[in-house]
């Protein structure tokens, strides 16, 4: 009886705390009250490892008090990548409800709904679309490090975009911060801030978060709805993933109507179904909620405000973000809006690939494999482009017999390269092989009485594969793309970070004063100088101090004497391992290739030559020798004893065998 009462009261306890749970609730006892002039949508932005992350999980944990559970300090960082390197790559939201404390709003409850964005310059396309999706934003300085390459490079993509400013220094806490002196410095350079006015906070030991929720409800304006008098759903398609047991998971923001769990639904918009074929298709909304940043489930969604739908998909394709979702009985209406909306928002964009690079399977027999990974991991890693042959199980960027069948891919930069990598290890178990990235180059031919070009030919063209660069024995001119590079570093590297930028082909360089401590150093640099190994040559000139941003130009080509540095194994062109180099430095880049291949190519029976092919002429050789077999040693012992004779003799014919072998 004892133990039956002790469970009874047990189980009524937990019924009490659940019950208490949910009535206190901030988010639940909202919902009802919701009106648009009490919504804030917000974006972090910063330089990376300013702390994004760490302060948007302190925000949530102030406005969720019914959150008692330690969890990380990065609660928005979900994939694994993101928790292994300590960066974030992807943007994602969550929802709070706050109150605020001070001024003549201190009794009324706001919805803030927060976007965490990466801080990468590889990863500016997330950048864009989070920034897109909000009214304002909190620009992040690091107390320590202050005012870094990427941080001025966020200013301005918000500041083009009309949205008002917060800043706030981060890491206050540290031994080696510096408050004063970085808000001066701050003020400097972004004369619009008032030194007094920003933000002191510390995320690890949870300062300041309340005056940041107090300023976003002050400084940052209610979304203004396009559609007034329009109350027909539109939910634009933020992100959208794919889970085994519910499907396709998409996160929208409601831009007006209302959003109720059992409407059948069309996604208009998006990238992968003509409008007709959008607007035929239809699903059920079997789940709605909000993100906080866990789920919590709703059952409706109204205007402004963000949370993830799960739509009844089985293909992520057909939600893809950017998308529009509307009652399937409206989609025949609203179709061509829809369209018109999309198209110029995607002519707005300028976040496009700006490396190349092909990608093969490690494994014989798993281009397949490879194919349905990176089609899957495209479909929410928008600064991916992939280009191969449609119905095919080949591309149009073999690598011969060397590296077998593969796809052209572009990126946003080497982090990217490296963080895409990894995902499709992690998330897809898959290994890839990516050869060494390439940019685009413009070509313009030239009349050429020796060999006459086709006259249906096009003048220009464009090379992305460098498969398609011209001989030579054609004459053309190479225009290369350039980019306007920022760096910051600290007065004492000036003079190491000028040597860096003119050994890299820079020009107009210019110095500007930051602090007594930094300097902002501009330049025009071609881009292929940079998104090779730039950023490891930088930090090791600077100790690791220095970082820098790169963005196009306003002249984005020049002319430059470039030439195509072929690589040969025994004769054979190997397209993949092909690059482009002025020609002053190709022989020296092509003796180094060379060596590096002579070290990790595998030793065969037979010798490989590896050369170095360049305007028709061989510019550099290396060769891997084959393995030996030892016919002086017969036993363990020696042949022929002190007979050298016998000893030529022996080494003569395999010699000949070695000859033989190679002319086979």
Known sequence: MALRRSAALTSMHSIRRCLATVAVDPLEAYMPTHTADKVRNICIIAHIDHGKSSLSSQLLRVGDPTNNEKE???????????????????????SMVYTPTS????????????????????FSHEVSRSLSCVDGAIILFDSSQGIQAQ???????????????????????????RPLEVAMSVSELFPEFDPDEILLTSARK?????EVLDAIVKKVPPPKSRYENDNRLRCKVVDSWFEVQRGVVCLLKVE????????RVSVLGGDTYSPEESALEHFSIQEVGVMLPRRHRTKTLITDQMGYAIVGMRNPRQASPGGTIVLHTDAASLKEEIVDTADSSASKSGDRSVLYASVHPTEENSFDDLVSAVERLALNDMGLEVTMQKGSVSSDSGGGPFLGPGLRIGFQGMLHVEIFRQRLRDEFNVEALVTSPKVKYHIHFHPNSRKPRNPDLPSEIVIEDLTDWPSSEEKFTVYE???????LAPVEYAGAVMDLITKRRGGEMETKVVDERTWLFTARVPWAEVVTDFHDELKSTTAGFASYDSTEDANPLQKANLCKVEIMLNGDVVEPLSFVSHSE???QQGRSVCKKLQEVLPRQQFKIAVQAKAQGKIIARTTVNPYRKDVLTKSSKMVGGGDVTRKKKLLEKQKAGKKRMNTS
Not at 206 to 210: A, I, L, R
Not at 256 to 263: A, C, H, M, P
């Open 585 to 587: 430095v190709a022989a």
């Open 72 to 94: 990380d300090i990065s609660m928005l960082d979900t994939l694994a990548v993101e928790q292994e390197r300590g960066i974030t790559v992807k943007a994602t939201t969550a």
């Open 151 to 177: 941080t001025v490079a966020v200013y301005e993509k918000a500041k083009e975009m009309g949205l008002p400013l917060i800043p706030v220094l981060t890491k206050t806490d540290m031994p080696s911060a």
């Open 103 to 122: 001024g003549s709003n201190s009794n009324e409850r706001y919805l803030i709904n927060l976007f965490d964005s990466p801080g990468h310059v590889d």
């Open 481 to 487: 793309p350039m980019v306007k590079l920022r760096v």
């Open 256 to 263: 007006s109507g209302e959003l109720k769990e059992g409407d």
């Open 206 to 210: 949870n300062e300041g978060m309340t």
